[in-house]
Nanobody
Framework: QVQLVESGGGLVQAGGSLTLSCVAS????????ISWYRQTPGTQREQVAL???????TYAAPVSGRFTISRDNAKNTVYLQMNSLKPEDTAIYYC?????????WGQGTQVTVSS
């Protein structure tokens, strides 16, 4: 059974940094692309960053240059390093693993950036 567990969220001042972690189990982790999404109340979940099984990365325009996604296949973990955080980065951040049968999601971790 595929499981994704996020951690690392919290409260930080604008300009600060946080690193989120997503630990995966029940899947062939090294062969899977993994994404980070975020969602605020009343809005659709939006993709923030993606890392492929070949370590290629893509970023949404609002976070490009500030966020870095990486993976450690030995630890079945994907990270999201978030720098220069802004109040508009406040959201619940989710880890996503697309599989042929369905997408898998973690439970989310709250990130709050105060101004």
């Amino acid at each position: 059974q595929v499981q994704l567990v996020e951690s690392g969220g919290g409260l930080v001042q604008a300009g600060g940094s946080l690193t989120l972690s997503c630990v995966a189990s029940g899947m062939n982790f090294r062969s899977n692309a993994i994404s980070w999404y975020r969602q605020t109340p009343g809005t659709q979940r939006e993709q923030v960053a993606l890392i492929t099984n070949n370590y290629r990365t893509t970023y949404a325009a609002p976070v490009s240059g500030r966020f870095t996604i990486s993976r450690d296949n030995a630890k079945n973990t994907v990270y999201l390093q978030m720098n220069s955080l802004k109040p508009e980065d406040t959201a619940i951040y989710y880890c996503n693993a697309p599989k042929p049968e369905r997408d898998y999601w973690g439970q989310g971790t709250q990130v709050t950036v105060s101004s």
